[in-house]
């Protein structure tokens, strides 16, 4: 299902869902006005295009003891390193998010970790890995805009 496919409705079970996806079939039915069975087809569709990748509980860091937040820009020697710097970051708990990125460096990491000992243990552990000529930290202060859901209501379509 492209993203052309998705109508109002569609968009509308994706803002509520990502608000709280532990929003029963119910009450989504009765929020977008449509049956149970017709909402649940509409979600097998999203699930299976992978438009819907899954559900998942929000932890909050810092109360589970994960003080740190930092990005780590990895500048790499070659792009032949590629696939061996994608797999030491889905292999490293630590490391949240990876991305492949323009400008300085080629990879940026965001990690969450116990403290800044932790940190320079993960860091010592990154700069072994294959490829890495040289990395960059920035440490978060503080994070006012944290979200994981995607802004869908810019992929409404204006009305004639």
């Known amino acids: 299902m492209p993203s052309s496919k998705l109508d109002d409705i569609d968009l509308r079970i994706l803002e509520v869902l990502q608000h709280s996806g532990r929003t029963k079939r119910n009450q989504i039915a009765e929020e977008v006005k449509l049956s149970i069975p017709s909402v649940s087809e509409r979600l097998r569709k999203l699930e299976e295009s992978g438009i819907i990748r899954g559900y998942t509980a929000l932890v909050e860091p810092k109360r589970v003891g994960l003080n740190i ?3 780590i820009f990895l500048t ?3 792009s032949k390193y590629y696939q061996s710097i994608i797999e ?3 292999a490293a ?3 949240l998010e990876c991305h492949a990125i323009t400008g300085d460096g080629s990879h940026v990491l965001k990690i ?3 403290t800044t000992e932790t940190l320079e243990k ?3 552990r990154i700069q072994a890995w294959p490829g890495v000529t ?3 930290t920035d440490i978060v202060l503080s994070s006012p805009k944290n979200t994981t859901e995607v802004p869908v209501t810019q ?3 204006p009305r004639p």
């Open 76 to 78: 790499v020697e070659s």
């Open 93 to 95: 708990e630590e490391v």
């Open 134 to 136: 040289n990395t960059h």
């Open 122 to 124: 993960l860091l010592g």
């Open 69 to 71: 937040n930092a990005f």
């Open 155 to 157: 992929c409404r379509k």
């Open 88 to 90: 030491q970051a889905q």
């Open 112 to 114: 969450q970790t116990e």
